[in-house]
């Protein structure tokens, strides 16, 4: 347990360390940007700053490639290029700058600032030392690029996916090396999920029948949100990557799910939505009832998106909403104040800490017992066929 307290520690300093940095130069600490920039996507890996001897505040970060498309133009270079989003890029035709972490095209002119006189804001220096400021044009908006680039939330998933691939051929390979012999090790564990995904949620809700079909599918899906809900909680490379809080991961997984359950959808699922059963005549031929569950069948994958979204980047805001209170404090009142308040958060973001375990663990049975249930839905068979089908028997 002692261990267990302690690493969570260290992972709380380790977050808080370029927050630390701004709070020792005196600057403002912008709260809310630092804790956005730590949940949002980025074009490169942050890994953590240092000091130099000349007092120069440095990033080491792992620079990830940027692949534009503007104007039927290809644009292929590494995030290094704009030094942390302090300097531009330019292209064979084009110039780039991240602005907000935000990849971005923009009427951006050379300004080379008189001797003695303040640096532009949003100034920009290239390789060879020239400044550049970005000008917006009268009646000019900003023109943003086609971004292909592979960012950090994508960089993250593909270390997802191979990690994941390696456990399941460990626990595979396990079997092939001592079979009919009990689990053990990883092992154990990969089984323990697969039978609990197969027997207490795919089976009850998709039924006898049909449940082995959407097996495999509902099985990747748990062990993928799962995995990456984990690797979410670990601050440290190549783990810390809030995958499951980005919506384009979560509405990707839930457009998924909507596909297969409407492609699979039978006769009886789709007359349940346009010729409801129970409900009055007028309400059908208004048509009021089928409108309403037509709307259900696409705001059931938009729930499925929010839920595992919210809950996750929930968290994270959470713990370095804590771990900003100290500076501020510090800021404000001094070091003792700060040092006294850091008990507390620490305490808090250790707390905060192991309920984000449960929570990782429970977005991954709620997303996937959603799924199997809608799918269930829409595979269900009428039970009047269903007792003919008995009779039969």
Not at 3 to 26: H, Q
Not at 127 to 139: A, C, I, N, S
Not at 179 to 188: F, H
Not at 194 to 202: G, P
């Amino acid at each position: 347990m002692t261990k267990k307290f302690l690493a969570m520690v260290f992972a709380m300093v380790f977050m808080g360390a370029p927050m630390a940095s701004r709070a020792e130069e005196g600057a403002p600490l912008d709260a809310g940007s630092l804790i956005i920039g730590h949940v949002t996507d980025a074009h490169s890996w942050h890994l953590f700053d240092y000091k130099s001897k000349d007092g120069k505040e440095h990033s080491v970060a792992i620079p990830l490639p940027v692949i534009i498309i503007d104007n039927g133009h290809l644009e292929v270079f590494m995030s290094s290029k704009f030094h942390n989003g302090h300097a531009v890029y330019q292209g064979y035709n084009l110039t780039f700058a991240l602005v907000g972490g935000v990849l971005t095209k923009e009427e951006i002119v050379c300004v080379e600032p008189l001797e003695g006189c303040e640096v532009p804001e949003n100034a920009y220096m290239d390789g060879e030392g020239h400044l550049y400021q970005r000008v917006l044009k009268p009646g000019k908006g900003e023109v943003k690029p086609i971004d292909l680039s592979i960012t950090k939330t994508s960089a993250a998933i593909m270390i997802a996916v191979v990690l994941l691939i390696v456990i399941v051929m460990v626990a595979k390979n396990g079997y092939k090396k001592r079979p009919n012999q009990a689990p053990r090790g990883l092992q154990s564990l990969v089984e323990m999920l697969v039978v609990f995904v197969r027997d207490d949620i795919v089976r009850p809700m998709i039924g006898e029948k049909h449940y082995r079909k959407y097996l495999p599918y509902l099985l990747t899906l748990f062990f993928f949100i799962f995995f990456c809900n984990i690797l979410g909680l670990i601050p440290i490379f190549p783990a810390g990557a809030n995958i499951s809080g980005s919506l384009a991961v979560t509405a990707t997984l839930a457009l998924i799910t909507f596909f297969i359950t409407n492609i699979s959808g039978n006769k009886h699922y789709w007359t349940d939505i346009f010729n409801t059963p129970g409900v009055p005549a007028w309400l059908k031929v208004f048509p009021l009832m089928p409108l309403v569950e037509l709307v259900g069948v696409f705001t059931k994958p938009i729930v499925l998106m929010i839920r595992l979204f919210a809950n996750m980047t929930a968290g994270h805001i959470v713990i370095l909403g804590f771990i900003v209170i100290i500076y501020i404090m510090s800021q404000l009142f001094g070091t003792m104040v700060g040092g006294a308040v850091s008990v507390v958060s620490v305490f808090f973001c250790v707390f905060i800490s192991l309920l984000e375990c449960l929570v990782a663990y429970l977005q991954a049975f709620v997303f996937t017992m959603l799924s199997a249930l809608y799918i269930g839905m829409a595979v269900e068979e009428p039970e009047h066929e269903e007792k003919a089908s008995v009779v039969e028997a």
